[in-house]
């Protein structure tokens, strides 16, 4: 598995904000064809999302992602409408993006605390 990238309180939303929004840029080193993005989401230790969707409905400008810089603004509300507001406590969540030989490429990790 490769290494997750940790975020950690950065970019926090306000509480009570609908406005949940994350800015992701990246570097791609050779064009990939197609793949999957496999995610979980939990709020206070408790599980509440989980799933795997294709990484070209992930990517802006779908598939296949051309080498280079990417960067992706994912609006959690829309991306994800089961969060509809910031409550208190602690989010989590990891995310796995893989080609479509399985080659992981990318791991992220998520954690905010709102007081």
């Known amino acids: 598995m490769c290494p997750f990238i940790?975020?950690?309180?950065?970019?926090?939303?306000?509480?009570?904000?609908?406005d949940i929004t994350l800015d992701i840029y990246s570097q791609v080193a050779y064009p990939i064809g197609n793949g999957t993005v496999s995610y979980t989401i939990g709020h206070n230790k408790k599980l509440f999302m989980q799933a795997t969707d294709p990484l070209c409905d992930f990517v802006a400008g779908g598939c296949p992602v051309k080498d280079g810089q990417i960067e992706k603004h994912v609006d959690f509300a829309k991306f994800m409408p089961i969060v509809r507001k910031i409550d208190a406590g602690n989010y989590y969540g990891q995310?796995?993006?893989?080609t479509d030989k399985g080659e992981e490429i990318m791991c992220l990790e998520l954690n905010w605390d709102f007081k």
């Open 95 to 98: 995310a796995v993006f893989n």
């Open 6 to 18: 940790k975020l950690t309180n950065c970019g926090l939303p306000d509480r009570n904000s609908t």
